[in-house]
C-alpha cells in the first residue's frame, strides 16, 4: 500500500459525459502527479501540482482539467469523453514535487475508465 | 513521437540467472532517468534511478547503466527471482523540468 488513494477503482460511463477522478496523496506530500496509460502505452505524464498550484504540464488534453485543493487532495476532471479516452488514470505523489530517489513518486492502484 | 523506448516488449529468464532490461532514449535534454517496476492491479513503484552525471548505480541486486553516447540505459537484475516478475518501466525527466516521459513497458517473467 502506497499510501495513495484513488477514487473510484472503476469507472464506466457513456461518450459525451463529464467524469471526476480523486486522489488523495500520501500524508506529508505537497506534490501531486496524473498518468493515463492507455491499452499497450506507456504511462502518459498529463500535469502536476505542487501546493495547490499547477507546476508542469504534460499532454494534457484541453477537454481535461484538474486542480489540488486546499487539503491537498486532487481532482482531474474529463469531459465530452471520447472511446480513446478509456485508460488506467494514475496519481502519485512526492514530498517536494521532484520525483527523483530522494524524493520518489508514490503512485495509486489507478482508477480504471471505460468509456463506451 | 516516442522520446523513451522500450523495445522489448516481453522477457521470460530462469531464475538465478541475469535479466536485462533495454530502454533508449532520443532526447538529449534527459538528466535523470528511473526504473519502476508495475504488478498486475497495482500502481508502479520506484525501483532505482539514474543521474545523466553517472554511469552506473547499483542497489542490492539492481543495477541502471547510463551509456549517454548512445543514448541508452539498462536495467541488471542478478540473481533473478520469481518475485521480480512484473512489467518494468523505464522513465526521464527533461532537465529544468518536472515532467516524465515514460516508455512503454517490458513485461518480465522469471521462471522457477
Given at each position: 500500500?502506497?499510501?495513495?488513494?484513488?477514487?473510484?477503482?472503476?469507472?464506466?460511463?457513456?461518450?459525451?459525459?463529464?467524469?471526476?477522478?480523486?486522489c488523495?496523496?500520501?500524508?506529508?506530500?505537497?506534490?501531486?502527479?496524473?498518468?493515463?496509460?492507455?491499452?499497450d502505452q506507456g504511462l502518459q505524464f498529463l500535469i502536476q501540482y505542487y501546493n495547490g498550484e499547477e507546476r508542469a504540464k504534460g499532454n494534457i488534453l484541453e477537454r481535461f482539467s484538474a486542480q489540488q485543493f486546499p487539503d491537498l487532495h486532487s481532482e482531474l476532471n474529463l469531459s465530452s469523453l471520447e472511446l480513446g479516452d478509456s485508460a488506467l488514470y494514475f496519481c502519485a505523489s512526492s514530498v517536494h514535487g521532484r520525483g527523483t530517489a530522494t524524493d520518489t513518486q508514490y503512485?495509486?492502484?489507478g482508477t480504471r475508465l471505460t468509456v463506451l | 513521437?516516442?522520446?523513451?523506448?522500450?523495445?522489448?516488449?516481453?522477457?521470460?529468464?530462469?531464475?538465478?540467472?541475469?535479466?536485462?532490461?533495454?530502454?533508449?532514449?532520443?532526447?538529449?535534454?534527459?538528466?535523470?532517468?528511473?526504473?519502476?517496476?508495475?504488478?498486475?492491479?497495482?500502481g508502479p513503484t520506484f525501483l532505482i534511478s539514474i543521474s545523466s552525471i553517472k554511469d552506473k548505480n547499483e542497489d542490492g541486486r539492481f543495477t541502471v547503466f547510463l551509456?549517454?553516447?548512445?543514448?541508452?540505459?539498462?536495467?541488471?537484475?542478478?540473481?533473478?527471482?520469481?518475485?521480480?516478475?512484473?512489467?518494468?518501466?523505464?522513465a526521464a525527466r527533461e532537465s529544468g523540468t518536472y515532467k516524465y516521459i515514460f516508455g512503454t513497458g517490458t513485461r518480465l517473467k522469471v521462471l522457477a
Open positions: 500500500d502506497s499510501g495513495v488513494t484513488q477514487t473510484p477503482k472503476h469507472l464506466i460511463t457513456a461518450t459525451g459525459q463529464r467524469v471526476t477522478l480523486r488523495s496523496p500520501r500524508s506529508g506530500d505537497l506534490s501531486v502527479y496524473w498518468y493515463q496509460q492507455s491499452l503512485f495509486g492502484p | 513521437d516516442q522520446q523513451v523506448k522500450q523495445n522489448s516488449p516481453s522477457l521470460s529468464v530462469q531464475e538465478g540467472r541475469i535479466s536485462i532490461l533495454n530502454c533508449d532514449y532520443t532526447n538529449s535534454m534527459f538528466d535523470y532517468f528511473l526504473w519502476y517496476k508495475k504488478y498486475p492491479a497495482e551509456n549517454k553516447s548512445a543514448k541508452h540505459l539498462s536495467l541488471h537484475i542478478v540473481p533473478s527471482q520469481p518475485g521480480d516478475s512484473a512489467v518494468y518501466f523505464c
